[in-house]
């Protein structure tokens, strides 16, 4: 029994210690995209599998056997492995193949006979010899070597048709150096004489061969870098075969520039798309830390195998977004590893999508050995061996066009002609009065034209300057029009050209999940265009990006599907978009411009108007285009108000205080307050914020509370004056401007109000200097309009009168000195008034003309002629004894509506604004200016214009009539 008890414990024992054991052995996964993996795809192995490579033919988009032995792409090492194994006279030991295979670094195949292969500790000649390897003899220039490798017979039989043949290999003596000379990669094509032309290139430390050197005196010092280089290879015979091709005209080689860096390493080249767009695929260690982290780079190359030249025309770039683990959900080709010789397999598809990039990596290397801790998260992902190959999908941005098969035309001469169109900037349908043409080369000129296109042939490799406008101008304002036209401008073309990729790639986002059933209805292709942001990475989109979005990895558990967005946004940067500048106004020089033929095309303008001559009959026409800006003027309204109409304008505030004339602004009203405590103002009791005032009797409280809104209305105040310069010299004065030198005669009338209540002053009067001035009122008749003037003399102590006649002629006379102050601030106002001021132009109600002349106390326009016909800006004041409003108020009560507090308003200063046209020696209104439009519609028509082009907006002015209707 105990004996039974014993084996028990034992068993029991055993089978814990197996489930810890078993508990305790971590899980291995194996990187993403490994080839092992995938089907239909060579196997890695615990040994190190590099440089991936294929046998092709020769054309770029022959199509294949895609079941062919050939077609799949294998480490260089397997290739090697088969050739030397291949029909061979005699059998390599396992030694031997195990020595070379193991010191092969990479293999590119030319056709499926021919191409190179660089080897590191090359066999000897000795060697070879004794091991019956089938390598010239000859003797190799560094550590590492190129080799070209070729079929050929078996010790030359007469029989040519025998199959007794081998792959031979030969020391590349035309590019190897003393130093490292690697990784070949070439390009084949035949030129325009038939010849092939092989461009190979390759990675070389000949320029910075040691990491570190000693020099005589001791010193150590640091270096070494591999770098890109090239060569182009002719054949001199069009019979010479490819494995001839060691016999080939080698050009000097040459550093690959824009590919390379100083201190950084650059290596396993590879051309993609070779016969169209080719882009360039190389490792490379730049920019990191860890001098073993390679990663892959490309950049675009242009191939010239006529003149036989590579340039690179992009700056290098990562082929994807590098990822910051190598763990097993890695998706992104570089990581932190080591990733190097990238080959995509021939044929190359025009579909980016529809090829596949292999490369070596050691991503997950196995580590060594270690005693299990037993704790969670021993899992970890391993390679098979220290490099194993990977398989991704290329990215999208590297697409591969097919080009079009060509067509090979009869031999006739080209012909080349110019298609130039003179168009309406502001709509292309209407056309151009009066045009003109005029093409030139350097001798003269050739062809000119009065219409708005011109089509004749040219030569080829002479160069033109192409020019045109309008002679036309108009001087009328007609009726039924809302704008003035009065010919055409030129514009200022800027033309913005913008290079940058095609495409932006974002990486994955993550974490979507769906129900199983709705994961297979899905449209896994959908296409959008959107402006914002885009959500999770904050990569500001535009309304012309394409976005695709593609549910990617799907992973089912149970009925939920886990998967990922892969979205690509796709920007299209070769557009040239030719953005035309208007000039702000019609100038004179500008007019001379368009007259003078010297309004450039488009195409003069940004280049020299030439074109070289084709080999081929083809018919080239350069279409060409001149734009001309409509010179409009919207019609400025006939009347402008500052009452209460427009809505940027508050009448609602008193602009004078109870009882006083100065206008209420910020600074005077600050300075009248110290007035009014002075020994001169110690009388004026009739003055509201007076400290004896003898109608407010509310107390110091109520006395202080007035202080503070009449400050409030003080700043609305300096704001409405503001408002009225700003609309006057800058929206009004420059409009009448250029009216008046299309109608000359045109006066600008403006005309100044300023109203008092109907509060008696029962005692108080003016305390001040004399004042002198000619009041002035606009009188409009049924077919003109007069002006009566009336001469006013205000001297101190000068009752202000039970009627308020004089405190409201006060008024308007300071009222119209703070308007002229602010329409003669050139600094924060503008100058187009001040202009006119300075040249004599414009008419004020204290001119000395006026205030000094022997004319009557009234007199109107008739007797002052002179004076209208030579001004062009005629300023008017009038004081109105008050405001007609009806009022019933008994006395001053706060925040009751009968109280006398609500007259604040009447005290105010209304501006007016008349265009009108002076002809024989009376007023009328002026033809150029506009009847129906309101002057708030006229402020805002020029706010929108940007540019302050002044033009008429049709559309826009006929819907507002709708409106109104």
Known sequence: MNQFRQLHLEFFSLLVLSMIIISCTPKIYIPKQNVSLLDNEFKNSSKDEIAPSQIKDCECFKIQDSGSYQNQVLPSSKHVANMLNSDMEFSVRKSTLEYMTKNVESVYFIDSTTGFASFSHPPSPEFLIGEYLPFEKDNHAGGTDIFFFYQDYINQPIDENSNAKQIYFRSFSKVNSPFWDSHPSAVTKNNSKNQCVTLLIFSSDRESPFSRAITLTGDTIYGGST??????????????????????????????????????????????????????????????????????????????????????????????????????????????????????????????????????????????????????????????????????????????????????????????????????????????????????????????????????????????????????????????????????????????????????????????????????????????????????????????????????????????????????????????????????????????????????????????????????NSITVIKDTIYLMPDELIKPPCYCEFAGVLTSYQQNVPYFQTGYWEVNTLKNYRRDLQRLESGKFSDAKWIELHKNNQYFGEGLAGRFARFNEYESYARTVDTNISKMAEMIVNNIIPVFNAIDSITPGGKLIISLDAWSDRRPVKRGWYIGDEINYTEGTLIEGANFFDVKFQKVNLINKSSLNLNNDTLSRLRAYFGYRELLSKLLDTTNIGTEFYNYYKQGLVLLPDDSRLTASKMKSDFNLKEIEDMVKNSKIILLAKGNYFDPTEFKIPRYIRDVDSSLFMLDTIRRIDVRINTLQYENGVLIKSPCCNESIPCVDFQKKLELNIRKVIFDDRKQVKSRKRLKK
Not at 237 to 252: G, Q, S, V
Not at 425 to 449: A, F, H, Q, V
């Open 227 to 616: 770098d890109l280089y090239y060569t182009f290879g002719k054949t001199q015979r069009l019979d010479t075969n490819a494995k001839e091709m060691y016999r080939y005209d080698w050009t000097p080689i040459r550093k690959l520039e824009g590919a390379n860096t100083n201190q950084f390493n650059e290596g396993s080249p590879f051309v993609y798309c070779q016969c169209c767009d080719p882009t360039l695929f190389f490792s490379s260690n730049r920019n990191n830390a860890n001098s073993l982290d390679f990663d892959l780079y490309a950049v675009k190359l242009e191939i010239d195998f006529e003149n036989l030249s590579l340039r690179t025309t992009t700056e290098p770039e990562l082929v994807d977004v590098k990822s910051k683990t190598t763990d097993s959900l890695t998706l992104s080709i570089n990581t932190p590893a080591d990733e190097r010789f990238p080959f995509i397999p021939f044929p190359h598809k025009s579909k980016s999508e529809e090829n596949n990039i292999y490369f070596s990596s050691d991503r997950n290397k196995k580590p060594e050995a270690k005693p299990c801790d037993c704790e969670r998260g021993n899992d970890r992902t391993e390679n098979f061996g220290g490099y194993d190959i990977y398989r991704y999908q290329l990215p999208a941005k590297y697409s591969c066009t097919q080009p079009e098969e060509p067509i090979t035309p009869p031999v006739y001469e080209p012909k080349l002609f110019a298609d130039i169109t003179i168009i309406n900037m502001k709509n292309i349908s209407d056309t151009i009065i009066s045009p003109r043409i005029i093409i030139k080369d350097d001798n003269g000129e050739l062809y000119s034209t009065d219409s708005s296109r011109i089509y004749v042939p040219l030569d080829f490799n002479k160069k033109y300057y192409v020019s045109g406008g309008s002679s036309y101008r108009s001087f009328e304002c007609l009726p039924n029009s809302d704008v003035i036209f009065r010919g055409y401008l030129p514009t200022d073309e800027e033309v913005i050209t913008k290079n940058m990729d095609s495409s932006v790639k974002i990486e994955y986002i993550s974490g979507f999940t769906m129900k199983a059933d709705e994961y297979l209805k899905l449209n896994k292709d959908s296409v959008r265009y959107e402006k914002g942001i885009l959500f999770l990475k904050g990569y500001e989109l535009e309304t012309n990006d394409k976005i695709r979005t593609i549910p990617v990895n799907g992973r089912i558990e149970n009925n939920t599907v886990y998967y990922d967005n892969q979205i690509t946004i796709t920007r299209y940067w070769n557009k040239i978009d030719v953005v035309p500048i208007r000039y702000a106004q019609a100038t004179q020089n500008n007019i001379e411009k368009v007259l003078s033929n010297s309004v450039f095309s488009v195409k003069t303008l940004n280049d020299e108007y030439y074109a070289a001559k084709p080999e081929s």
